[in-house]
T-cell receptor, first 112, second 112 residues
Framework: EDKVVQSPLSLVVHEGDTVTLNCSYEVTNFRSLLWYKQEKKAPTFLFMLTSSGIEKKSGRLSSILDKKELFSILNITATQTGDSAVYLC????????????FGTGTSLTVIP | DAMVIQNPRYQVTQFGKPVTLSCSQTLNHNVMYWYQQKSSQAPKLLFHYYDKDFNNEADTPDNFQSRRPNTSFCFLDIRSPGLGDAAMYLC???????????FGQGTRLTVV
């Protein structure tokens, strides 16, 4: 059965720490992997990864995909309290049309 | 063990034929959300419940309704599905708004 697993489920760090969030997947006909940040209500899009080994970077956030080992990591350096959120990983596949499998998310809390 | 369960995983309905998607949770969370996600887009919040209080997003079409008969279950009713309603529908729960949201695996709706 296709699945997306995120770890850890929750994480508490102090401001300034660096964190790494993990997403592993077993999905047939993989198309892309997406990271979202969810605050309050609607998730906001962070990255879309389709190719192995190419790091995507946006400010203090970066992400990379390993299609051989079937995982992705999301790194956040110099964390700030505003980074506190749930980070969602989703895998898009093309089995029957465009579909996404979501992980359960990692809840990150950054303490001042 | 699954904590947020959506049924069915895949649903095909005819244009204009009412359809109901279901979501159940074992977390005893107060808040339940319904999102619509179309291909390569971020999930879009349709509405949410805080306990029995229903909160509709301003731009959610009247065609979409929801019911929450008890803490564990929430339903999404689409009264007259159009072709544009074909999407992934995600259910999520949280203890309180904006905290630790857990997503189900979604229901992929196809309208023919």
């Amino acid at each position: 059965e296709d699945k997306v697993v995120q770890s850890p489920l929750s994480l508490v760090v102090h401001e300034g720490d660096t964190v790494t969030l993990n997403c592993s997947y077993e999905v047939t006909n993989f198309r892309s992997l997406l990271w979202y940040k969810q605050e309050k209500k609607a998730p906001t899009f962070l990255f879309m990864l389709t190719s192995s080994g190419i790091e995507k970077k946006s400010g203090r956030l970066s992400s990379i995909l390993d299609k051989k080992e079937l995982f992705s990591i999301l790194n956040i350096t110099a964390t700030q309290t505003g980074d506190s959120a749930v980070y969602l990983c989703a895998v898009e596949h093309s089995n029957t049309g465009n579909q996404f499998y979501f992980g359960t998310g990692t809840s990150l809390t950054v303490i001042p | 063990d699954a904590m947020v369960i959506q049924n069915p995983r895949y649903q095909v309905t005819q244009f204009g034929k009412p359809v109901t998607l279901s979501c159940s949770q074992t977390l005893n969370h107060n808040v339940m959300y319904w999102y619509q996600q179309k291909s390569s887009q971020a999930p879009k919040l349709l509405f949410h419940y805080y306990d029995k209080d229903f909160n509709n997003e301003a731009d959610t079409p009247d065609n979409f309704q929801s019911r929450r008969p008890n803490t564990s279950f929430c339903f999404l009713d689409i009264r007259s599905p159009g072709l544009g309603d074909a999407a992934m529908y995600l259910c999520a729960t949280s203890r309180a708004q904006g905290l630790d949201a857990f997503f189900g695996q979604g229901t992929r709706l196809t309208v023919v």
